[in-house]
């Protein structure tokens, strides 16, 4: 499994790279997701998961985005799924130029979806435009359901946001009213799928909702 | 309670004006407690059982560091702590000017211990000196046993670890001997406090740590 050193892009224009990786991505039938959430919140498990149960139906890759380890490469490695480990030279977020760097290291023929796994950061990913054709995040229940009060851009750029680890809703003082109401306040458009990945419950909503992202992104075409 | 608006500082040396802060606090009789984690992970209940046990021992004035919201001063304002809400501009970090100038809009007199709780990211506020006497950092169980390969410069400058949430180890797969030796591994002196703000258990021990460094601060001053 490769690890690749990566350092800040160079290019001129963050979002002028974004879009060029965008067009590349379509061109190749591939809808790149960017899936950011704080650290710990159950990312490298909801990709599991997912592969897991559409490996069958997508061909599917991975890009892992840390400061430093290669453990979240290696677990995608064991499912079976193409994967590729990138470090970022101690930088708090990905940009558009790292991932298309990544993405070519790693080899995009063939692939249906990719995730760029960001860094753990609810706030630095946000301010910047990965070339992604989605933009997820992941909120797990025990972090709060007072994040979006906290971390608004995050949930103002994302197209889809995860309330992730259900299965600890009886242990942890978690208003899912609360954190919906909050979530939308900020971005009316948001679709939400409070899932666990532990258990399964949720999940095929998610899944559901990725098979159909694809299929209306290589449409557009 | 205060919500002040803050920008980043245009200090040439944000080194200089950390030592300069040092030097205010140390003359003052307040040790600043500089606490940083990942959001959710517990730092305002940490603080607020502080305030609740330490309260009629030492005088605890709290600056609350947020991108946006006022929700964690309003809880420590509640415990009749003394409070101000800093907003960063956006910024994920605090800086040693940024953290001077809320102090003194909170005022430090008669203050014997003074938290900042720095903005909720893992990566960032660790790279920059914010003036305190003392590093803390938080890790809740449920954000997993592996984060200090992932963001190994938070555990190189921390002086103590509190590791958070311990009543809910029954309902994650958090290896604590792991997480101790790999934070352990980042940094040889580092202070680790197992411990649950919700039911108590470990507080005293992290609370004992807080009043003794406090005096050994004023005993150097």
Same mark, same amino acid.
């Given at each position: ?13 963050? &979002? ?13 039938? =591939? ?21 897991? !149960? ?10 892992? #985005?840390?400061?430093?380890? +290669?453990? !979240?490469?290696?677990?995608? !490695? ?9 470090? =970022? ?6 940009? +558009?130029?790292?991932? #298309? ?10 692939? !249906? ?12 990913? +946000?301010? *910047? ?38 299965? =600890?809703?009886? /242990? *942890? &003082?978690?208003?899912?009213? #609360? ?26 909503? *998610?899944?559901? /909702? ?5 299929? +209306?992104? =290589?449409?557009?075409?």
């Amino acid at each position: 499994m490769k690890v690749i050193e990566l350092h800040e892009s160079v290019t001129a224009s963050n &979002d002028r790279e974004a879009d060029r990786l965008r067009d590349e991505m379509k061109k190749n039938g =591939t809808l790149l997701i960017n899936l950011m959430s704080s650290p710990g919140s159950g990312k490298t498990t909801l990709l599991g998961r997912t592969i897991r !149960d559409l490996g069958n139906r997508v061909k599917i890759a991975v890009l892992e #985005a840390d400061i430093d380890s +290669a453990v !979240d490469a290696e677990k995608i !490695d064991a499912l079976g799924a193409r994967a590729v480990q990138v470090h =970022t030279d101690g930088m708090c977020h990905m940009d +558009a130029g790292m991932t #298309a760097e990544g993405l070519h290291a790693m080899g995009m023929e063939g692939i !249906d979806l990719a995730f760029l796994e960001n860094v753990g950061n609810l706030i630095c990913p +946000a301010e *910047f435009d990965t070339g992604a054709g989605k933009n997820v995040m992941i909120l797990s229940v025990p972090e709060g359901d007072d994040k979006p009060l906290k971390y608004p851009l995050m949930f103002q750029k994302s197209d889809a946001l995860v309330i992730s680890k259900t299965d =600890t809703l009886p /242990w *942890f &003082d978690f208003d899912m009213d #609360a954190c919906v109401r909050r979530a939308k306040k900020l971005n009316p458009d948001i679709v939400i799928f409070p899932l666990s990945a532990k258990t399964g419950e949720g999940m095929e909503n *998610f899944e559901e /909702w990725l098979v159909q992202e694809r299929k +209306a992104w =290589t449409n557009l075409s």
